[in-house]
Structure formats: structure tokens, C-alpha cells
């Protein structure tokens, strides 16, 4: 039996009654806490495997781009003998950032600050008035590298990598099948929001995304089947229901086939699950990734600070050559006017949330319905954190307060 025999069966299995659920049980302080954000970035993103940009943002040697997103400066470049590498963007001298431009290109790194220059391989090359410098080695004095790796032409960073990027990626690479090397960023937008990255996440999980299908809108989703997979990755298929399913051309929303979308090129390799569904993979800690014929939505999380998150949004289409980028398609209007509206609307429902968690009386949440999913993400957490945070900020710790992440 397949995976998708397995994710069938679920799906139409009779679904068990929220009401017998045990409430999973959230505390406050998860979500104003500094030491625990602190907790987060350090065994966290500090050690996972995030996705950085792709290789179309520097596609030839010589380009690099700088990525600030963990809050951390880091430089990515594409070097001379067409290998990506990543560095942090300090420079070995007074630590001044070797780039300020956030994209460029240039086969030498040179810090603005006093000239010293670097080659793209992160080796120091040149030193102004290097008698000056007492004892200098240049060999001690390259840029420190940042683990850097590509899957798909995605790259990814890693500060401080416990396994390599395949082993990250785990079982999800065998049930994906996606040629997604020749994809490239058709329309990227974000939004800082004023509350823990934690409470979108949950707000995410809780309503996963469904984008546009030319000709069908953005089609309505039954009860989805969620699984937690190697990696602390998760799984949500999410089937169209019966209208949905119609306007696509399946015969139900189990009828899963290899629709298309009109007028618009396919990515290869898709299967009937990713095109028949609103199928999100989440990679963690922070990257969720939809599925649809034509392209593939991404979601990423990024935490400022304990109290500020940037949420972005990214559709990736198939590569257009040298004609302009098809924006302006009636298709992709509506699919870019929808991811606003993500944004817009996790922005407005989460508003004022980070005030509420800090009054006194409130000692966390306590969700019932549809937290199956929030329940397995914050649980791998935990699994990262159970030994650096207190116990009664781990899930289940909190009391039996009931309120949603989520404004109903």
C-alpha cells in the first residue's frame, strides 16, 4: 500500500468527534517570553536548514545577495568557479559588513570600511598597507562560511547543521516529485506583523492555504489528513469538496487526476495528489509550500524579535525565457491579488493578540477543534527546546483557559 492509499483511507474514514479531542493546551509564555525566543533562535533556526532564495536571484558567478531574515547577516554568493557559498557578512578585520549592497555582482568582496578584500571563495586577497599588521595571517582571516546547499535550485542556509540537507528533508523528498529546477520567482510581497511568529504559524496550520485554480477560483476544502513526517515536517492534504472537485474536472473530491490549469504551463512531475488537492507541505520550523499545476505557493515565517514577525509570500511559476514575466495574465492577477489578501487578512485576525497574551489573567491557549496539525508543530518545539526552557512553557503546561489563535 502506498502513501496515497494510506492518505485516501484516512480521508474516508469517518472523522472522530471534536468534542472527544483533548484540548491542546498552549502557554502564555511561549509567546512573550525573550529567553524563549532566544531558546528559538539558538537550537532552532540557529540549527535548521532555512530556505534562503533561489538560485534565479543569482543565477551566473560573480552575483551575490545579502540575507538578513534570522536577524543575522549573512552574504550568499554565487562564486567564480559556480559554486554557491554563504558567508557571515562581517568582515575579518573591525567586523564591518563585507557587502551593504543588498544585491550585486563582482568577482572580488571588498569591505568598504578599510579596503580589505576577499575572493568569492570567502579568502582574504588584499590588505591596504598589510606591513601595518603585525603577525597576519590571510589563510586565518577568510569570511566564516555558513553551511549553504541547494535542493530543487532552492538554497537554503544553515548556521550550525546537525545533518545535511537530504537528511532535513527526509521522507518528504520520495513523495515529491517536483521538477521545480526550472521555476523561477514570479511575485514575492510580505508583511511585518506585531506579534510572535508562533501565533501565524498557528493561524497557518489552522487554515491552510487554498490558491486560485484558473477558471475554478480559489476552491472551498474538506477535512484534511495531517501527518507528521521525518523531520518534524508536516503533511496536510487537503481535498476540494464536491463543487470544487467539479469545476476542476474530477469526479469527486477523491478523484484525484493530473488536472491543469488553462492557458498555463505545468511543472512537471506534480502526480494526481499535488494537482487534484490543496496539498501544504510544512517544512520546519517555518516554510510552507502549496501545490498547483501551474505554480507552487510558498509561505515563510521569519521572527524579528519575540513580538514581531515578517510573514512572506512567494509564487514561483515556470521559467518564461526572455518574454516579460506573465503578471499581467488574468491568471496570475487573481493569484497575486489572493496572496495580498493572505497577508491582509492573518495581519488583521492576529491584531492586538500579543497585548492579550501579555495581560496578567491570561495564561495560554486552549485549542479544541482543528489543532491537530498546531498540536505536532509545536510538540517538534518542544522536542528541540525540552532541555534549554522551562517546563511549564512546553505544550500541555498551560491551564484549561479556552480561547482560538484564531478570530472565529
Known amino acids: 500500500m502506498t502513501f496515497l492509499d494510506d492518505i485516501r483511507r484516512r480521508l474516508q474514514a469517518q472523522p472522530a468527534d471534536s468534542a472527544d479531542r483533548e484540548p491542546v493546551r498552549l502557554p502564555a509564555r511561549r509567546f512573550v517570553d525573550r529567553s524563549f525566543y532566544e531558546a528559538e533562535r539558538a537550537e532552532i533556526f540557529g540549527k535548521a536548514w532555512l530556505l534562503a532564495g533561489r538560485l534565479d536571484e543569482i543565477p551566473r558567478p560573480g552575483l551575490y545577495m545579502t540575507w538578513e531574515k534570522t536577524t543575522v547577516p549573512l552574504l550568499i554568493v554565487h562564486a567564480v568557479d559556480d559554486v554557491i557559498r554563504c558567508f ?241 495574465h488574468p491568471a496570475w492577477s487573481e493569484r497575486i491579488e489572493w496572496a495580498q489578501a493572505q497577508l491582509d487578512a492573518v495581519a488583521a485576525e492576529l491584531a492586538g493578540v500579543q497585548d492579550e497574551m501579555k495581560e496578567p489573567a491570561r495564561q495560554g491557549l486552549s485549542l479544541q477543534d482543528d489543532s491537530e496539525a498546531v498540536r505536532l508543530w509545536n510538540e517538534a518545539i518542544d522536542d528541540r527546546l525540552r532541555n534549554v526552557v522551562p517546563p511549564d512553557t512546553l505544550t500541555g503546561a498551560a491551564p484549561g483557559e479556552v480561547r482560538s489563535p484564531v478570530a472565529r
Open 88 to 328: 557571515y557578512n562581517s568582515c575579518r578585520h573591525r567586523g564591518a559588513p563585507v557587502v551593504r549592497v543588498p544585491r550585486g555582482r563582482n568577482r572580488a568582496l571588498r569591505c568598504q570600511y578599510h579596503s580589505w578584500t576577499y575572493d568569492t571563495s570567502g579568502k582574504l586577497v588584499s590588505v591596504p598597507d598589510e606591513r601595518d599588521f603585525v603577525d597576519l595571517h590571510r589563510e586565518e582571516r577568510s569570511l566564516v562560511p555558513v553551511a549553504s546547499a541547494i535542493a530543487n535550485s532552492a538554497i537554503f542556509v544553515n548556521e550550525n547543521p546537525e545533518q545535511d540537507l537530504g537528511s532535513w528533508i527526509g521522507g518528504a523528498a520520495e513523495e515529491l516529485s517536483v521538477e521545480s529546477e526550472g521555476l523561477h520567482t514570479l511575485d514575492q510581497r510580505s508583511v511585518t506583523i506585531p506579534v510572535n511568529w508562533k501565533r501565524i504559524v498557528g493561524r497557518l496550520l489552522v487554515s491552510p492555504p487554498s490558491p486560485p485554480r484558473p477558471g475554478a477560483g480559489a476552491p472551498s476544502i474538506t477535512e484534511p489528513d495531517i501527518e507528521l513526517i521525518d523531520g518534524g515536517h508536516l503533511r496536510i492534504v487537503a481535498p476540494f469538496d464536491a463543487a470544487g472537485a467539479s469545476a476542476l474536472g474530477l469526479s469527486g473530491p477523491l478523484d484525484w487526476a493530473n488536472p491543469t490549469d488553462a492557458d498555463l504551463p505545468t511543472i512537471a512531475g506534480l502526480g494526481p495528489m499535488l494537482s487534484s488537492t490543496a496539498t501544504t507541505y510544512v517544512f520546519f520550523p517555518n516554510l510552507f509550500v502549496t501545490y498547483t499545476p501551474s505554480g507552487i505557493f510558498n509561505f515563510s515565517v521569519w521572527p524579528g524579535d519575540e513580538e514581531t514577525t515578517l510573514l512572506e509570500a512567494t509564487w514561483l511559476a515556470p521559467d518564461w525565457g526572455e518574454e516579460d514575466a506573465p503578471v499581467e
